[in-house]
C-alpha cells in the first residue's frame, strides 16, 4: 500500500501508472482500484480502501465522483425494527460490510469487464445492480406454506392464506410437492412468473430467498 500512495504522488494527472511490487512492474489502473478497495473492504482493511479510493480519484475522477466507502455497506434487517447497541452484524450503526453483497458487486463487475465492457460501463452496471438490491434490503418479508409445484428456477408456493406466489431458488430440485416451506424473502416488483394450470397460464408475484445473486 506505500507502493500505491508514493505512486498517487507521482501520478498527478496521467491515466494510469506503474508500481514497483516485488520486482514486478505493475499498471494501476482503475478496474485494479475498485477490484482492490472491494477486496479491502472485505478483509476489513478501510485504510487500504481508502488508499485505493484516492487513486481512483487522481487516475478516473468520473468514476470516483461521489463515491464513498459508506456506499459499500449496507442497512442492518435485524436493527430495522428496534436499534440494537449490541447487534453481532452492525453494532447498532445500522449499517454493515455484508461479504455476500460485496461478493456479489465484485463477481458482478468481474463479469462484465470480462465480457469485453469497458471499466467504466462495467463498474456503473455492478454499482447498480448492488444499489438496487440494497435498497430492497429492508424490504424483507417473512414466508409460510407449502410447496405447491418445484420449478427449475424455484418453487410455486401456496401461502397459508391459499394465495400462490414464485420463489426463486437457487437449488428447488431437493425439495417436493407438499412439503413445508418457511423463511424470508424479497419482493422483485419488476418481474413476475408465468405457470400453466389446465389449459391457462397464470402469473403471479415473484419473490427471492437471496438478494444477492442474479434471478
Ligand atoms: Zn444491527
Same mark, same amino acid.
Given at each position: 500500500? *506505500?507502493?500505491?500512495?508514493? @505512486?498517487? +504522488?507521482?501520478? /498527478?494527472?496521467i491515466s494510469v501508472c506503474a508500481t514497483d511490487f516485488y520486482?514486478?512492474?505493475?499498471?494501476?489502473?482503475a478496474d485494479d482500484d475498485l477490484s482492490g478497495m472491494i477486496q479491502n473492504l472485505l478483509d476489513g482493511d478501510r485504510a487500504s480502501a481508502k488508499a485505493h479510493l484516492e487513486h481512483l480519484s487522481v487516475i478516473a475522477p468520473k468514476l470516483a465522483k461521489g463515491l464513498s466507502l459508506l456506499d459499500f455497506e449496507i442497512?442492518?434487517?435485524?436493527?430495522?425494527? *428496534?436499534?440494537?447497541?449490541? @447487534?453481532? +452484524?452492525?453494532? /447498532?450503526?445500522?449499517?454493515w460490510i455484508n461479504p455476500a453483497a460485496l461478493r456479489y458487486l465484485q463477481e458482478t463487475f468481474k463479469a462484465a469487464l470480462g465480457n469485453g465492457e469497458p471499466v467504466e460501463k462495467a463498474w456503473v452496471f455492478?454499482?447498480?445492480?448492488?444499489?438496487?438490491?440494497?435498497?430492497?434490503?429492508l424490504s424483507r418479508k417473512p414466508f409460510k406454506g407449502t410447496v405447491f409445484r418445484v420449478e427449475t428456477?424455484?418453487?410455486?408456493?401456496?401461502?397459508?392464506?391459499?394465495?400462490?406466489?414464485?420463489?426463486?431458488e437457487e437449488n428447488p430440485s431437493g425439495l417436493k410437492r407438499g412439503q413445508s416451506a418457511e423463511g424470508h424473502c424479497w419482493l422483485i416488483k419488476e418481474l413476475s412468473h408465468s405457470y400453466r394450470e389446465g389449459e391457462t397460464f397464470k402469473s403471479v408475484p415473484f419473490y427471492v430467498r437471496n438478494l444477492w445473486w442474479d434471478y
Open positions: 500500500m *506505500k507502493k500505491l500512495i508514493t @505512486c498517487l +504522488l507521482m501520478a /498527478g494527472a520486482g514486478v512492474k505493475l499498471v494501476v489502473g442497512p442492518c434487517i435485524d436493527c430495522a425494527a *428496534k436499534r440494537s447497541a449490541d @447487534c453481532k +452484524l452492525c453494532g /447498532g450503526k445500522l449499517l455492478a454499482k447498480r445492480m448492488f444499489d438496487e438490491r440494497k435498497a430492497l434490503v428456477d424455484g418453487i410455486l408456493l401456496k401461502g397459508d392464506d391459499g394465495k400462490i406466489v414464485f420463489l426463486a
